[in-house]
């Protein structure tokens, strides 16, 4: 019996070589095929505020998805002005905030919002539960800058309250 495109080759010959072909291409493990293949992107999750209630923080999603924002911004600006607020009497490569200001005619677009600002902008998108959560978060983190820091009565009037604080 010949074989289509198998030439002159008997069927015993056909099969001793298709077994000596499964011998030496062995089947890869998958293992094998999945590290031979590109490697994906991580996915990180959402960064969220602990603390807030999830449709709080699907809102500051929102806000900043809105806004031009990374992802994350106003949490990690939560993180910093926490920091700030609980930072000794020392300068720090983040800032204090009242030494971060940057002129730029939207704050929230500059590559360096001041962090609080960021806040203050979150607060008044939020509605009202999820802006009284977070609100209730950031209240002892002001109460501790303030009690830290002195008026500086040299500062314009018209600046937000924490760039008219020094220090001390």
Excluded: C
Excluded at 7 to 17: A, P
């Amino acid at each position: 019996m010949l074989i289509p495109h198998a030439g002159n080759l008997r069927v015993e010959e056909l099969d001793t070589r298709l077994d000596t072909l499964e011998v030496a291409m062995p089947r890869r493990t998958p293992g094998e095929v999945r590290a031979g293949q590109p490697r994906r992107l991580k996915h990180h999750a959402p960064t969220v505020i602990r603390g807030l209630s999830a449709s709080a923080n699907r809102q500051i999603a929102d806000f900043e998805r809105a806004n031009g924002l990374r992802q994350g911004e106003v949490a990690s600006a939560f993180q910093r002005w926490a920091q700030t607020a609980h930072r000794a009497n020392r300068r720090s490569p983040l800032g204090d905030g009242y030494h971060n200001m940057i002129a730029t005619d939207d704050p929230l677009r500059s590559p360096s919002p001041h962090i609080r600002l960021t806040l203050e902008h979150a607060l008044h998108i939020l509605r009202r539960r999820a802006r009284r959560e977070l609100h209730a978060l950031i209240n002892p983190l002001d109460d501790r800058y303030i009690a830290r820091t002195v008026n500086n009565p040299h500062a314009p009037i018209d600046l937000p309250w924490w760039y008219r604080r020094i220090e001390i």
